[in-house]
């Protein structure tokens, strides 16, 4: 019997910190909203070659500032920070969130649709300098 509830305590546990490993998604039109009214940092988590090609106006490479994170987000912890990666089963903008997390920003979120989303609806996009 034992070994059940030793089984069963794993798997709970294992819910529970997936579950807080979770970010909630934003909208296409609230990050729009978002960005006309410069309230949101996104970070790019696709790497350098996929951000110097194209990438959502403003964001951050988060390959080249991963080290350098907490000087590039804003002062305020409740700020809207937006991590993104690929497309909706890419899993690689979990990198960006629990990074600024773990920096103690509280409003995280996550663009599901990510760059290639972005790009499928035609909205703009910057190249590295």
Avoid at 17 to 32: G, H, P, Y
Avoid at 46 to 55: C, L, T, V
Avoid at 87 to 116: D, F, M, S, W
């Amino acid at each position: 019997m034992r070994p059940v509830i030793l089984s069963l305590c794993l798997a709970v546990g294992t819910l529970l910190a997936v579950a807080a490993d979770k970010f909630a998604d934003i909208s296409t039109s609230e990050l729009k909203k978002a960005i006309a009214e410069k309230k949101v940092t996104l970070i790019d988590v696709n790497g350098s070659e996929s951000w110097e090609k194209h990438h959502i106006p403003g964001a951050l490479n988060f390959e080249a500032v991963e080290k350098k994170l907490a000087d590039k987000l804003p002062a305020d912890k409740n700020a809207l920070v937006v991590a993104y990666c690929g497309n909706e089963q890419c899993p690689a903008y979990r990198a960006g969130a629990q990074a600024a997390k773990k920096l103690g920003y509280t409003n995280v979120k996550h663009y599901a649709h990510g760059i290639q989303g972005w790009l499928k609806l035609g909205e703009p996009t910057e190249k590295a300098n």
